[in-house]
């Protein structure tokens, strides 16, 4: 039988639940339930198995839509694959193995040795694996944990490799002498969908200064830059031809600058004259470091940029193509050299004097002072402004002119577009930021020069002839040694290195030192999981295209992108049907979630102070378009609703415990009243907008739909049928109460199932299990409800949210008076406006017990019952009509009141013709004020009128009186920790105005109370004093 209900603690339930789903093995039955069936195919995107903590709640946002979608599926009696994915190569793992080791630089990870440095990597990837795993486990997430892909194993890796050497047959394969964004910490440059979200805001010490122009004396080009360490590179200044620029006379000097950056003058000058920028375009001028051995030869000349802007800087750019990839661009089209002043670790190389051997980061101070010895200084000045760091290690990036290896994106790039055109995004904004990223994206560079990642299998002979290994078997076919491939340990540096191989022309080639892109590791898990070099296309296909993903918006340009590319080089579609993405989070209060801010919270902390069903439900509720400002405030609020649902299911279970219910037991075709049919149509209504919106994978609408029906259970249908579930008598009323509750109950169990799987677990198990262990051992080997249509009556569901709107305006009116709803009032008079009042006949008696009114009239005309007064909101019409609001004001004065109100209670557009234009005003352009006729309390909303008369006769009072009596008794009951069917006995003293109404409501006031024996007398010895009403009563009760 059912087992008591005792109080909501989520953490406390989940460990329950967690140990109950290991004992009978719920994850395997329920993946050997559906094996063999129709396949719903989902690929994890890999989560960086980087923290030995775990993860963090941003982490459980995203793998809680995972879990969701596929406890849905799987209730659909879809099989899965339910792959688990770790990222597991790159920098976000060498930094932090660097940090454990207390290492510093590349130069200290090869002193170390590679070998040891790689072995780290992989112990430190398995430890934070195991971490996630726990982190996952304890949110809910059932996945094949066992079975979980990593992206740092041979198999990944040789995907990869079939990827790039086709890659490199269709042509796009090419090393690039380029200017990159380059972490001289961690010694590598970044790909362009690695940088986007790593410009973070920073203030820079920036530098003006005059540059002569050699063939004007006396005349200065003014130049302005936030790198001052890249000035010792300068070739070149970039002009738009198109421009004016003022020449001003300062001092003795002077100056070009551009019209639109005339404000950056420090103090008096003159403007002597204008010059187009054309004119300037092939003078030379002085370099600002000329003296340095690296600028010798250097021309230094004026170059025409239709890219310069007339309000930035001064009009005039410093051009360096060592250290700038617009520069480099540049040079090419105008000839110019690159110097490259800095090598891998930021540090100034041979040829720049007094610099070599120091930092770029440091030099500032000393370029300064050198530009004032020579006269070149104008002006210093702090700028803010967003500039690049490193996203793993934070640091300052640099751009320096690098060798890498790209692929051209040129003709895959409309190819990619046609593919994700294919795709369903969710949202669909989703779909745009994807094309616009596809259309504006450059080759990907895919090389890294550090350590711990994919070997790239370029193979070079000392002559530059290049091949491309396939396969670990053919890197077996073309070794020098087969023996040295048969020893690898793995397919990772520094073993691979080692290698040697023959090309198709018998040259002996050594692989590069360069590792890939770790966005290659996660783009080739469609394939590398799915077994596409298996041999088995058939197999590969079952599983292929992925049905549903979902990652962070910020993967658009990444993991999605990278997956795209991939799938497109190899299989010309896409990878994937269907991408939901959401954004990110933030703190209670909007802001960003950092370490370092204190506002950071870690999952582990998180889930075991508010459990993990909040979190989900605060994930499932969540507008994907919107940042999600996650706390501890709003986990509160989301127990308090599930409170709504949890002290119905309690109230089911103490009741069936006291009557012995067994729901197996009972007649389930006796009749249903209508409260009955009204429960059984809501629900079945509100299975119908789940499924379609879980189809949709759209959560949203469900968790709303959920709270309302929660509302309409508790505070509806629960409330208006207590008296079913506690009358004696055990007869076809009683039972089809307790059917129709005990129906819904589970059916919202396996509803809620896929969002909220501990608790639907629990109230299973003690609604389901413990009266029939023939059912599934477990929520979650049951199916998803079906809609049965025969249950759904629009027509009783519309008429009941009629009669809820009615109760709610009631109570609203009865409020505004004061009036208490235990105090019996004689009439209700409804106005329905546009509405229908036929309907509301047999809801009728319904209306009345729950308003406590004796009488329901309806009426066409609310004049009677209340009094109108519009007025004209300036605060928003003087925005949108100005000038004219004045006109508006008196003409909605002329107007009727009382239509006005009716027509924007129904959200109607008034319209309003003034000064020859007719006006629409919407609802927040009109303030409706509303005054009651004498002895009515109204309320009205939405062109509904509910008018309480408020009168009250002396028979009214009485029973007033008696129902608080009522009311005093039980709250005594409750404090005396009475339990519900307890019959009592109840000795009173009161007043002799509330006597003469307890006497005459005697036989009520026992019903209500289980009371066998009701002594009014003088005294009650031992009796609480309290005032009922305003009259002095004493109240004591004895347990029968």
């Known amino acids: ?159 990869i490799w079939r990827f790039l050497k086709r890659c490199h047959e269709k042509g796009w394969l090419y090393k690039g002498h380029r200017s990159m964004p380059w972490c001289a910490r961690c010694g590598t440059s970044l790909s362009q969908h690695e940088l986007i979200d790593s410009y973070t805001e920073m203030t820079h010490r920036s530098v003006y200064l005059k540059l002569p122009i050699r063939e004007r004396r006396g005349e200065f080009m003014l130049v302005w830059t936030t790198t001052p360490w890249t000035l010792t590179a300068n070739v070149a200044l970039a002009v738009h031809p198109d421009l004016d620029y003022v020449k001003v006379r300062q001092g003795g000097d002077t100056l070009y600058i551009s019209r639109g950056t005339v404000s950056k003058l420090q103090g008096a000058y003159e403007v002597i004259g204008t010059e187009k920028g054309r004119g300037l375009v092939g003078l030379t001028y002085d370099g600002p470091f000329d003296d340095l051995p690296a600028q010798r030869g250097v021309a230094h000349r004026i170059i025409p940029w239709d890219q310069v802007g007339e309000a930035e800087g ?114 669909e904004h989703s779909g745009k930021r994807m094309e616009d990223w596809l259309n504006n994206m450059g080759d990907w560079c895919i090389s890294r020069k550090r350590y711990w990642g994919l070997p790239l299998p370029f193979y070079e002979t000392e002559d530059g002839e290049l091949f491309i290994v396939g396969s670990r078997a053919e890197l077996w076919e073309r070794a020098v040694d087969p023996a040295a491939v048969d020893a690898l340990p793995e397919l990772h540096r520094p073993w691979i290195d080692g290698v040697e191989v023959r090309t198709p022309s018998g040259k002996v080639a050594r692989r590069i030192p360069e590792v890939g892109d770790c966005w290659l590791d996660a783009g ?57 993405t959401y954004e990110k989070m933030s703190d209670e209060q909007g802001r960003p979630m950092h370490k370092s801010a204190g506002n950071a919270i870690w999952f582990d902390e998180a889930v075991e102070r508010m459990g993990a069903e909040p979190m989900r439900w605060l994930f499932a509720d969540q507008n994907l378009s919107a940042n999600l400002n996650f706390g501890y405030g709003p986990a509160s609020e989301v127990k308090r609703r599930f409170l709504t649902l949890w002290n119905t ?37 509100l299975v119908r907008e789940a499924r379609g919106a879980l189809d949709r994978y759209d959560l949203p609408p469900v968790v709303r739909a959920v709270e309302r029906f929660f509302d309409d ?45 501990f608790l639907s677990e629990e109230m299973y198990q003690n609604l389901v299990r413990s009266v029939d262990p023939t059912a599934p051992e477990s929520v979650h080997l049951c199916d998803f409800p079906e809609v049965r249509d025969g249950l759904i009556d629009e027509g009783l569901m519309a008429e009941m949210e009629t009669a809820i709107r009615l109760v709610s305006l009631g109570r609203a009116a009865r409020t505004a008076s004061g009036l208490k709803v235990r105090q019996p009032l004689a009439e209700m008079v409804v106005v329905m406006g546009n509405g229908d009042g036929a309907g509301l006949e047999r809801l009728r008696p319904l209306i009345l017990q729950e308003l406590n009114v004796k009488g329901l009239r309806l009426a066409e005309d609310r004049s009677a019952l209340v009094d109108h007064a519009v007025k004209l909101n300036f605060g928003t019409v003087g925005k949108k009509h100005g000038r004219l ?107 002799d105005r509330l006597r003469r109404a307890v006497e005459r409501f005697e036989a009520y006031i026992k019903a209500e109370t289980l009371c066998l024996s009701l002594d009014v007398g003088e005294e009650t010895a031992g009796g609480e004093r309290s005032l009922i009403n305003g009259e002095e009563a004493t109240l004591a009760l004895r347990r029968a």
């Open 1 to 159: 039988m059912f087992k008591e209900v005792g109080e909501l603690d989520f953490p406390e339930l989940e460990r329950r639940i967690l140990r109950f789903w290991d004992e009978i093995d719920a994850f395997n039955k329920l993946r050997r339930k559906n094996a063999g069936r129709a396949t719903f195919s989902f690929i994890d995107g890999p989560i960086t198995a980087n923290n030995p903590r775990g993860m963090g709640v941003h982490h459980a946002w995203g793998r809680t839509y995972k879990d969701i979608f596929q406890r849905y599926r799987a209730m659909l009696g879809y099989d899965q694959r339910y792959q688990n994915g770790f990222d597991c190569q790159g920098l976000w793992v060498e930094v932090e193995v660097e940090k454990d080791l207390g290492l510093n630089s590349k130069k200290d990870i090869a002193e170390y040795g590679l070998d040891n440095f790689s072995q780290k990597c992989r112990e430190r990837v398995n430890l934070c694996a195991n971490a996630v795993v726990e982190a996952s486990r304890r949110l809910g997430q059932w996945m094949d944990w066992e079975n979980s892909y990593y992206t740092m194993s041979d198999d990944n890796i040789e995907h």
């Open 314 to 427: 001064t009009g005039v750019v410093h051009i360096a193509p060592g250290c700038g990839a617009e520069d480099y661009e540049l040079s090419k089209v105008h000839g110019l050299p690159a110097i490259v002043p800095i090598d891998e670790n930021g540090i100034y190389v041979e040829g720049f004097g007094p610099l070599t051997q120091r930092s770029a980061f440091e030099v500032a101070p000393v370029i300064f002072e050198d530009l004032r010895k020579k006269g070149y200084l104008y002006h210093l000045e702090d700028y803010t402004h967003r500039y690049p760091r490193c996203w793993r290690c934070k640091e300052e990036l640099v751009f320096r002119l690098v060798d890498e290896w790209f692929i051209s994106c040129e003709e895959v790039r409309p190819l990619m577009v046609e593919a994700a055109r294919s795709v369903r995004w969710i949202p």
């Open 524 to 580: 080739i898990v469609p394939f590398s999981t799915l077994g596409y070099m298996g041999g088995d296309r058939g197999a590969w296909e079952r599983w292929f295209p992925a049905d549903f993903i979902t990652e962070m918006r910020e993967q658009i340009r990444l993991w999605f992108y990278s997956m795209l590319f991939m799938s497109v080089t190899l299989e010309g579609r896409s990878p994937y049907r269907a991408v939901l």
């Open 649 to 685: 299911y309690n109230f089911f279970v103490q009741y069936a415990i006291l009557d012995g219910i067994d729901p197996t037991k009972l007649n389930r075709e006796v009749e249903r009243p209508l409260m009955d049919r009204w429960l059984l149509s809501r629900l079945q209504a």
């Open 713 to 757: 259970l508790s505070n509806w249908y629960v409330r208006l049928n207590r008296r079913r579930f506690w009358k004696s008598d055990s007869d076809s009323d009683k039972a089809a109460a307790y059917l129709t509750l005990h129906e819904t109950l589970v059916t919202l169990c396996r509803l809620l199932a896929p969002i909220l799987p």
């Open 885 to 991: 609001a004045p006109l508006l004001k008196r003409a909605l004065e002329g107007m009727d009141a009382g239509t006005v109100a009716a027509r924007v209670g129904r959200g109607e557009v008034i319209e309003v013709t003034v000064d020859g234009r007719t006006v629409g005003l919407t609802v927040e352009d009109v303030v409706v004020e509303t005054r009651a006729a004498e002895g009515l309390a109204v309320a009205e909303e939405g062109g509904i009128v509910v008018a309480l008369d408020t009168r009250l006769t002396e028979d009214l009072e009485d029973e007033g009186f008696a129902r608080e009596f009522v009311h005093k008794v039980q709250n005594l009951r409750k404090e005396s920790g009475f339990e519900v069917s307890d019959r009592i006995h109840i000795r009173c003293a009161l007043s």
